[in-house]
């Protein structure tokens, strides 16, 4: 089965804080696509990154990272030095070919991020 | 560049009645998603279209259907409105239909069925 587990519900940070959201993934195939994306209040999803199943390399964006680590099927997010700005519900998705052979995108439920000042 | 469009923000409508929600898609862009987002929830794949066809269909009843006009622009109806079907409902345009193609999302229509 095609599945993305984000255990955590919802965290609480204070600013400058470093936070880090986790993701695991489970699915049989062996080219996949895994993303994050970012939902502010305003409700609009926002593309973080996207990482195919054949390059583990970690990436780093200013504050942001991303762990990518097939042995354990994770895909970890990390916020250094955390703003208030950064305060949203986070999505961590899956992409794969169905019997079809068109993509689907499968969600994990999110993980609200509370960054207080 | 204008990002995803989605019209209207925000609407009520009542058990029983038929909704057209509307999306349009960055320019240069050929493929529409469609999605459900219940509070609390991540979204739900409704349906994705491609050079006016449907490529791919998730788990809704038949109530729920979209189409594709030639300038990439999409529609989604939903008919018999049930009060489960209040969610934010999120439009996403991709250049195509392979995975590199990345998803870019609208800011959504908030639909509430009383």
């Known amino acids: 089965a095609q599945k993305v587990t984000q255990a955590q519900t919802e965290i609480s940070v204070v600013e400058k804080e470093d936070v880090t959201l986790d993701c695991v993934y489970e699915?049989?195939?062996?080219?996949?696509?895994l993303f994050w994306y970012k939902q502010p209040p305003s409700g609009e999803l926002v593309f973080l990154i996207r990482?195919?199943?054949?390059d583990e390399q970690n990436e780093i964006s200013g504050r942001y990272s991303w762990n990518f680590q097939k042995s354990t099927s994770s895909f970890n997010f990390t916020i250094t030095a955390s703003q208030v700005v950064d305060s949203a519900v986070y999505f961590c998705?899956?992409?794969?070919?169905?019997?079809?052979?068109?993509?689907?995108?499968?969600w994990g439920l999110g993980t609200s991020l509370a960054v207080n000042p | 560049d204008a990002g995803v469009t989605q019209s209207p923000t925000h609407l009520i409508k009542t058990r029983g009645q038929q909704v057209t929600l509307r999306c349009s898609p960055i320019?240069?862009?050929?493929?529409v998603s469609w999605y459900q987002q219940v509070l609390g929830q991540g979204p739900q794949f409704i349906f994705q279209?491609?050079?006016?066809?449907?490529?791919g269909r998730g788990n809704f009843p038949d109530r729920f259907s979209a189409r594709q006009f030639p300038n990439y622009s999409s529609e989604l109806n939903v008919n018999a409105l049930l009060l489960g079907d209040s969610a934010l409902y999120l439009c996403?345009?991709?250049?195509?239909?392979?995975?590199?193609?990345?998803?870019?999302f609208g800011p959504g229509t908030r639909l509430t069925v009383l």
């Open positions: 990482r195919n199943s054949f």
């Open positions: 279209y491609y050079e006016k066809e449907e490529r």
């Open positions: 320019s240069g862009h050929k493929s």
């Open positions: 699915t049989r195939d062996t080219t996949y696509y």
């Open positions: 996403a345009s991709s250049f195509g239909t392979s995975p590199t193609d990345t998803q870019y």
């Open positions: 998705a899956l992409i794969f070919l169905n019997a079809g052979n068109n993509r689907k995108l499968i």
